[in-house]
């Protein structure tokens, strides 16, 4: 894994840990306090619950386990992200594969933490999303076929193509972006091609994958 920069003080954050086993969500919440004091931690037990707890708070990242009983895998974010799609998900999954990571960045996650994690790996990953990374499991940022361009390209973007890169690799859809901005689709569009161009990606997954390799910060 690339190196990151040092941690900064984390800002207060409302974070919302979505997941059906209680002994979990306990477990994770004690190791978030070990993160930070300044991350609030809500919980909520399923995809309903979870998007009516972000109709009503202010939730600044959802902490989602791809494993809920009433929904499984993809189809969990998916149903998630149709609900509340302008916050930000990090996907807890008990799978580790490459391919399914590829996917979830793919379906609109910000980043993707096993459960398979020692607690020292996972306080590590927490620490870095909630200060504000992209997080992925290392072994998905080895070395790819086709290296990936310099994070020093993101510095080539314009002020407003910088904000669309931060909501694009917040998971946000382009509908999201328009509307926080208050510009067209059409217009989001326009800026996520040239962004693509401009730091060499050609998808969003190479994108999240660029920023997680490098720690460009996004929240």
Not at 31 to 47: D, N, Q, R
Not at 179 to 201: D, F, M
Request: include cysteine; charged fraction near 20%; glycine fraction near 6%.
């Amino acid at each position: 894994m690339a190196t990151v920069p040092a941690f900064l003080p984390c800002r207060s954050m409302n974070l919302l840990l979505v997941d059906d086993h209680a002994l979990f969500r306990e477990a994770l919440r004690a190791l978030l306090g070990k993160v930070s004091p300044e991350v609030t931690v809500f919980e909520a037990a399923s995809i309903q619950a979870a998007v009516d707890e972000c109709s009503v708070t202010p939730i600044r990242m959802v902490l989602l386990d791809l494993g809920l009983a009433e929904s499984d895998g993809i189809r969990t974010l998916d149903q998630f992200r149709e609900g509340a799609p302008e916050v930000p998900v990090v996907v807890l999954s008990g799978e580790q594969d490459a391919a399914l990571i590829r996917e979830a960045i793919e379906h609109g996650a910000a980043g993707y933490i096993p459960k398979s994690h020692t607690s020292e790996q996972m306080i590590g990953a927490l620490r870095f999303v909630v200060t504000g990374g992209v997080y992925l499991p290392p072994e998905v940022l080895l070395p790819a076929e086709r290296p990936l361009a310099d994070i020093g390209r993101f510095a080539l973007l314009s002020p407003r193509q910088q904000e669309v890169a931060r909501m694009l690799l917040q998971g946000k859809p382009n509908k999201a972006i328009a509307r926080e901005l208050s510009i067209s689709e059409g217009t989001v569009k326009a800026h996520v091609s040239a962004i693509y161009q401009v730091i060499g990606a050609r998808n969003r997954v190479d994108a999240v994958t660029l920023a997680a390799r490098h720690g460009f910060i996004v929240m």
